[in-house]
């Protein structure tokens, strides 16, 4: 089955500066490339995803990038504000189109994000 | 904009016992799934259900969990016998196409002592 390898596990970054997460993939068959923003005591949130047929992905502060050869893919984050202390998760699976293998969802172990004020 | 309720928030059981945690999905939405999360540590899929059967399970959901939509909106985990290995938050979700973000409901967490 599907393995997702996640790092740092903690990250701490002075606010205003960046911050990058990455993760890496086993299985070649993954297509669908969420992340997840989970605060304390809360649900896990999507902020960002990616499908296999695209690099790079960009949402205002946040950015998805893939590279299917090596198996891996990051989040980053600009310009780092107290709201984005959160525990980070990346996830992968092979449902993304239909009739495409497995939909569940495998997830990194998680990336607890600190920014420093 | 429309969430996943999920039901109860908090559940204690004694070990040895019964539990079945309630999800309405939202409306329009097909695919349906249920994760957990054990404290401090990573989400982990249970069982995905689609077209009122399972289409996909993980090893952890074994003989005793079960899942059902008995009446078209509540989508149910039963856990037969919980054990203190059980004690996890556990997270309902839907999406309306496979291969779109998941909606996860605000959770259960379930306590085993």
């Known amino acids: 089955g599907e393995n997702v390898e996640q790092h740092p596990s903690t990250l701490s970054v002075q606010e205003g500066d960046s911050a990058v997460i990455k993760c890496t993939y086993s299985?070649?068959?993954?297509?669908?490339f969420p992340w997840y923003k989970q605060e304390l005591g809360k649900r896990p949130q999507l902020i960002i995803d990616i499908r296999s047929n695209v690099g790079e992905k960009k949402d205002q502060r946040i950015a998805v990038t893939l590279n299917k050869t090596a198996k891996h893919f990051s989040l980053h984050i600009t310009e780092t504000q107290p709201e984005d202390s959160a525990v980070y998760f990346c996830?992968?699976?092979?449902?993304?189109?239909?009739?495409?293998?497995?939909?569940?969802?495998?997830f990194g172990k998680g990336t607890h994000l600190i920014i420093q004020p | 904009e429309p969430e996943v309720t999920q039901t109860p928030s908090h559940q204690v059981t004694q070990m040895g016992q019964e539990v079945i945690l309630r999800c309405v999905p939202i409306s329009n939405h097909l695919y349906f799934y249920w994760y957990r999360q054990i404290l401090g540590q990573k989400v982990e899929f249970l069982v995905s259900f689609y077209n009122n059967e399972i289409s996909e399970k993980s090893e952890i959901f074994d003989d005793q969990f079960s899942v059902e939509r008995p009446d078209g909106s509540n989508f149910t985990l039963k856990i037969r016998s919980t054990k203190l290995e059980d004690s996890a938050m556990y997270f309902c979700?839907?999406?309306?196409?496979?291969?779109?973000?998941?909606?996860f409901g605000s959770g259960t967490r379930l306590t085993v002592v």
């Open positions: 996830a992968a699976s092979s449902g993304a189109y239909a009739g495409g293998g497995a939909d569940g969802l495998t």
């Open positions: 299985d070649s068959a993954s297509n669908y």
């Open positions: 979700a839907s999406i309306a196409d496979r291969g779109n973000g998941y909606t």
